[in-house]
């Protein structure tokens, strides 16, 4: 077995496609399912995967070929139904599984799904033991799988979406109560539809429920954290404190104000991140984010003796520079926001947790405390091309450069591809909005004169 071959089925988040078409297919994810178990199988001791999936349609196909896969290969597999990612990775960790696994393509529309593996400390795993899955899936198993006597066995754990609101309500602090205070939810008819509505009202809120009515295609449809203007409507509607909007899975979170003004991820990050310096709560005095979060990020957490640490795009390398430098916050502009005192993944419902925790301290309106810092104009284009990504060429490379003095230490440039489209991210952000619009065109007349039409 050589598990030396770069990945093809796993990306930066998991396995993910159209349902029903390679790789989202009922063999591919029952092959997945005895490829892990054989991959995990530990002598004298019987491996448990706790099974969970947001609510999409597919997600009955594809948990049912997992679930054969898994118990083949001699897995007994614990299904959850529907739940946050963040819950199933804290599940296993407090149930002392072996493995997590969610059914999800996180804020994509119901037509996608994916698969997402969590290992036994509740961290997505590394790119290497993902490479030795897929070279199992490469191999004849069929003398590798249990004997009869050993096949796996499935139940049911009943009381999993009680445990992850008991665990959520233990990030808020303790003495604070949410009475009084009007919130407006929206689930993007996923995974937390329960969970995220249940937990806030018994923690005193006056919640107000949208997206909230899971049908298997409607997950975010006009709703959650990636289509927000149903919820900030919503919240001026109600005369709502604060709104929440959260994606297909529960990982990510977009805040509106009072007014119906949308806070996202770095606004976030600069909320908690002051709030918790003000408690002695940062370690490290480090946060850690993307380079597509916002320089005004940067240069705010600065003023308060907090380096922003940047790394390349996905949540799954935010975590793994925290667990390398120690940091507790870090997340992505997008809603992502990871909280490791509290959770192992982005978790969506704790990050809003602590952003009205800092609302019930300060009895303060949302707009006012949520404004943390002045963002600098920032501008994103996305370029197709075909044919061999123009990335790294020697003219790019200059135009790059030329740019770059351009902005002469007042602003960024990061040119990036996008990891399931041929596609060149181009973002320019500086103090000055007409030379951010001037850096963009450049860029993107650069990249179209080095891809055909």
Request: charged letters at 25%; aromatic letters at 4%.
């Amino acid at each position: 077995m050589n598990g030396s071959k770069p990945r093809k089925l796993f990306g930066t988040d998991g396995i993910r496609g159209t349902s029903n078409q390679a790789p989202m297919t009922v063999d591919v994810a029952q092959r997945l399912g005895q490829a892990v178990g054989v991959r995990f199988r530990k002598e004298g001791h019987r491996q448990r995967v706790i099974l969970g999936k947001d609510t999409r349609l597919s997600g009955y196909m594809i948990e049912s070929a997992l679930i054969s896969g898994f118990l083949s290969a001699g897995m007994d597999v614990t299904q959850v139904g529907p739940l946050p990612t963040p819950a199933i990775a804290m599940l296993t960790r407090s149930l002392r599984a072996d493995l997590g696994v969610v059914i999800s393509a996180s804020h994509n529309p119901f037509e996608d799904n994916g698969i997402k593996i969590f290992g036994p400390t509740g961290f997505k795993l590394s790119d290497t033991t993902e490479s030795e899955i897929e070279a199992y899936m490469r191999e004849d198993l069929s003398d590798r799988l249990a004997a009869p006597s050993e096949v796996g066995r499935a139940s049911r754990l009943n009381d999993a979406a009680g445990r992850y609101v008991e665990n959520a309500k233990a990030s808020f602090p303790r003495g604070l109560r949410l009475d009084g205070i009007k919130i407006v939810i929206d689930c993007a008819n996923g995974s937390a539809y329960r969970v995220a509505p249940t937990a806030l009202w018994e923690l005193g809120a006056d919640v107000v429920k949208i997206g909230c009515e899971p049908n298997g295609i409607n997950i975010n449809l006009d709703c959650g954290s990636t289509a927000p203007e149903r919820l900030c409507a919503a919240v001026v509607q109600h005369g709502a404190q604060l709104g929440i909007a959260l994606d297909g899975d529960a990982d990510r979170v977009i805040i509106s104000d009072e007014h119906g003004r949308i806070i996202d991820g770095d606004q976030i990050l600069a909320l908690i991140g002051k709030s918790w310096i003000a408690r002695g709560q940062l370690r490290t005095n480090a946060v850690v984010a993307t380079v597509m979060s916002n320089l005004g990020l940067e240069h705010f957490l600065a003023e308060h003796g907090v380096t922003l640490l940047r790394t390349a795009v996905g949540d799954r390398y935010v975590v793994e520079k925290m667990r390398e430098v120690g940091a507790n916050l870090g997340g992505e502009q997008s809603g992502h926001v990871v909280l490791s005192d509290y959770a192992t993944t982005g978790d969506g419902l704790v990050a809003a947790l602590q952003v009205l925790a800092v609302l019930v301290e300060s009895d303060r309106p949302a707009s006012e405390i949520c404004r943390v810092f002045n963002p600098y104009p920032q501008m994103l284009r996305n370029i197709r091309y075909s044919g061999a990504s123009p990335l790294g060429t020697s003219m790019l490379e200059e135009a790059r450069r030329e740019i770059e003095a351009l902005l002469d230490g007042h602003g960024r440039l990061v040119l990036r591809a996008s990891g399931t489209e041929p596609l060149i991210r181009v973002m320019v952000e500086a103090d000055d909005p007409a030379l951010v619009e001037q850096s963009v065109s450049y860029m993107c007349d650069a990249i179209r004169a080095l891809t055909p039409a």
